[in-house]
């Protein structure tokens, strides 16, 4: 196993964004593959994000779907677009609008540690 591949995200425990780029047609992308989804080349690498980007779409929770999510309300559920070129869900303050610049940080959330954006300061 190569060292990029031991670069683990959220979705594996780690307090981290982790992304895949092509170095055959630079396509970036978010969720991991064995082969880039642009050209099939089948070496794509994988790299840590910085956790900033601007907030591209943005929709506020004010009902709890569940009693476990009653304690978050309202919180925001946001499509952030990352510094790095790729765009992703997170959850995030309710005061952020589109265009914000965020910083990601990483918050419990219903029993998961999940993305939660936060305005960068
Ligand atoms: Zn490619």
Redesign the pocket.
Known sequence: MSEVAELKGWTDGADAIVYQS?D??R?IWYFHRAF?P??G?ASPQTHRASGRGTVYAATVVRRAATPETKAHVPYAILLVDLAEGFRIMAHGNADLNLGDSIAIEFRPFAGLRTPYAVRAV
């Open positions: 092509c055959a047609c396509y880039c642009s050209c080349d």
